[in-house]
């Protein structure tokens, strides 16, 4: 099993995994109705992650983390929107204009490109979590965002190179997770 032989292939799969763990909590906090989560996030974030995986696999990069993110934010998409936490304003337009530019860049500069598109698509795709943390930070999951920043960690340290097909994603997702951690922290200081 090439896992077993390869011991960056297997942290970046352990990166995945730990990634996929974070959507759990969440998943019950929501059915709970202790986390509300922002529909149009996790969509955008899910067809982002789509092009940063794929551009990744075709580039034999590192994408187990961006899969389970794939898996996970369309999940959770479904499940707001079957919860009706959904909300479109012109953040989520701008925001879902992001993809179309990201698939053109995919088109016209190829994989490296689209990872990098997609990757900072994916942290400006997260601007509609961070308004609503910063309005509502009692609402978001911190320990959802602490196993996704360790999961980011994990990935980012286990590339093979700190090139962009192995090292970029994770990058980004360590700043997303951070700036919603930093917000969420702060804000809930200034509230008590």
Not at 31 to 47: I, P
Not at 99 to 106: D, F, G, P, S, T
Request: charged letters at 10%; one cysteine or more; aromatic letters at 14%.
């Amino acid at each position: 099993m090439e896992y077993f032989d390869d011991p960056w292939k297997l942290f970046q799969l352990l990166a995945g995994i730990v990634g996929f763990c974070a959507y759990i909590p969440l998943t019950i906090a929501i059915l709970r109705g202790t986390a509300r989560q922002s529909f149009a996030a996790f969509f955008l974030w899910g067809l982002l992650d789509a092009i940063a995986m794929i551009s990744a696999i075709l580039q034999n990069g590192n994408y187990w983390l961006a899969a389970s993110n794939v898996a996970g934010a369309f999940f959770i998409a479904a499940l707001l929107l079957y919860k009706k936490q959904f909300e479109w304003s012109p953040t989520e337009t701008l925001t879902c204009l992001l993809v179309i530019v990201c698939l053109i860049i995919w088109y016209t500069s190829g994989n490296t490109g689209a990872i990098v598109a997609s990757s900072v698509a994916v942290v400006m795709a997260g601007i509609p979590q961070m308004a609503h943390t910063m309005r509502q930070p009692q609402h978001t999951p911190v320990r959802v965002y602490l196993i996704w920043i360790s999961a980011n960690t994990i990935s980012l340290f286990s590339a093979r190179a700190w090139s962009i097909d192995e090292a970029f994603y994770a990058i980004c997702g360590i700043v997303l997770c951070a700036v919603i951690l930093g917000i969420a922290l702060l804000k809930s200081a200034q509230n008590k």
